[in-house]
């Protein structure tokens, strides 16, 4: 029975978090943002850690002042477990809590513990008891039907969104080969463009000096300067089509992408930070 009640807290809280995040998140937008992680309207994190903080807190009779440590506790390693997991996990930093003073890595701070430990206060003294109430009216088997199914729901939406990243993962790591090349070939351009002007102007010197000789070394060479020109057309046309195509990987995203720039602005890519950044400006332009 405890391993159902938990299950239970972790739905509940899961989707009241997700719903003050998505309030918070229309208020400060002027627009509706599903704020989860996954499709559906849960936050994992949430039902992780406020149903930790009540399964272990709430059946024990806690002073204001403990109970209040206690949960500010659990709640910020669960954070900073969270947030460290799925940036090894994922490659990406969620949330950032570096321009915060007392911040571990980024993944937790200080204030928002603080306030996480007064809400977990609330939670567990006004909150929990009356949705507890609720849960022991309702018949258990009715229970067990819903926890399956909203546990194959959470499985393929997880498996859904896991997919999404590791195709947004792939399109970064496309990009970055691309520019990769784009890089190498404007150098190569850019020292072909030195040579030719370089040699440009000692020709020019030369030929106001030995014009007969420049003449007839000019036409012995027309064969090398004609491949020399249409090898900088061929670099000139793939530098053209390989910036195209990085343009065209910027311009389209997936709903999934969309929708996680949109829940996590503040997300970053450890290997593809640049290329994450063009795809949020695109995004956000539109």
């Known amino acids: 029975m405890q391993l159902y009640y938990f299950i239970l807290y972790f739905y509940i809280y899961g ?21 989860g992680f996954l499709n559906g309207p849960i936050c994992p994190v949430y039902g992780i850690g406020v ?5 272990l807190l709430a059946s024990r009779d806690w002073s204001l002042v403990s109970l209040y440590v206690v949960s500010t506790g659990l709640v910020t390693a669960i954070e900073g477990i969270t947030g460290y ?8 930093k969620w949330w950032d809590y570096s321009n915060q003073p007392l911040n571990i890595g980024g993944y937790v701070c200080l204030l928002f513990s603080l306030a996480w430990g007064i809400a977990c206060v609330l939670i567990v003294r006004v909150i929990h008891p009356v949705i507890y109430r609720g849960l022991t009216w309702a018949p258990v088997t009715l229970g067990i039907v819903i926890l399956v199914i909203f546990s194959a729901a959470l499985f393929a939406d997880v498996c859904t969104t896991t997919a999404g990243i590791m195709k ?14 784009l ?4 150098n190569l351009l850019g020292e072909n463009l030195h040579e030719n002007v370089m040699g440009t102007l000692e020709r020019s010197e030369e030929a106001r000096i030995h014009l007969d000789m420049a003449a007839s070394e000019l036409r012995e060479k ?9 090898e900088w057309a ?31 602005p ?12 063009e795809l949020k400006k695109y995004i956000w332009k539109k």
């Open 15 to 35: 989707f009241l978090g997700w719903c003050t995040e998505v309030c918070y998140a229309t208020l400060r937008e002027k627009k509706f943002v599903n704020r």
């Open 51 to 55: 149903g930790v903080v009540v399964f």
């Open 85 to 92: 997991l799925m940036d090894k996990i994922f490659h990406h």
């Open 168 to 181: 947004l993962n792939k399109k970064l790591e496309t990009m970055e080969k691309i520019a990769v090349e």
């Open 183 to 186: 890089r190498e070939i404007s």
């Open 222 to 230: 027309w064969g090398t300067i004609s491949d020399e020109k249409k």
């Open 234 to 264: 061929e670099l000139k046309d793939k530098y053209a089509g390989l910036k195209n195509k990085y343009d065209e990987l910027s311009e389209r995203s997936s709903l999934i992408t969309r929708r996680l720039i949109g829940a996590f």
């Open 266 to 277: 503040r997300m970053e890519s450890r290997f593809y930070k640049d290329h994450l950044t």
